[in-house]
């Protein structure tokens, strides 16, 4: 067989092979990853809103903190802490002999908790500026967390929940206290909340509804799954 021959032989088996392969039913393609759900834009605005009077009664923060095991010598992380109103209250309940992480992702926020601590003489709080996805706060170096009204505005839920486990305890609980909502209402439904600790490897402990007593705010607790 000369050279000739051989090459045509080629070209006939790759046609063959060509018209097999085009019979073949396709791949279905990818399933497109779905699109990350919508989120409130974060408040920017005068934090001193967030000390309206009144607050400590409807939201029952005493109760939350009893909940969360919020007692003196344990270690808080406050996330989104804004303008540290829960921060402060914290503060006092872990007495000088616990600690509190005030973590935001404005820097503006931090300053502001940096001042408000300083005037109210409180030295147990550690001011974080956080990433919008990390709290960046130390391994093992929470006892309870709490996300308060700040859950819709997490650009990237799951993955700040994954990143918070590193720096959780063991035993340690994590609050969260939101609002039923479509996500860019400053509000995120309850369902979702839950479908996304879960898929960030939490369980749910607790589940409240007192919070206000609007029957719109929700009090989730969670911890690590095993």
Known sequence: MTTRDRFKRIVAILALTLV???LVSPVPARTPQTE???????YTGDLSVFDSPG???????NRVMDILGIVPGKSVADIGAGS???TVRAARRVTESGSVYAVD??????????RRTEKENLHNVRAVLSRTDDPLLPPSSVDAALLL??????EKPVTLLQ??????RPGAKVGIIDRNGNGENHGVAREVVLKEATEAGYKLLESYDFVKGDEMDYFLVLALKP
């Open 149 to 154: 009204k700040t859950y819709h505005e997490v």
């Open 36 to 42: 990350a759900r919508k989120t409130s834009k974060p």
């Open 163 to 168: 990143n918070l486990r590193a720096s959780l």
């Open 20 to 22: 097999a392969l085009s």
């Open 84 to 86: 540290g109103w829960f």
């Open 55 to 61: 607050r400590d009664e409807k939201l029952q923060v």
């Open 105 to 114: 992702i404005n820097r503006e926020a931090i300053r502001y908790i940096e």
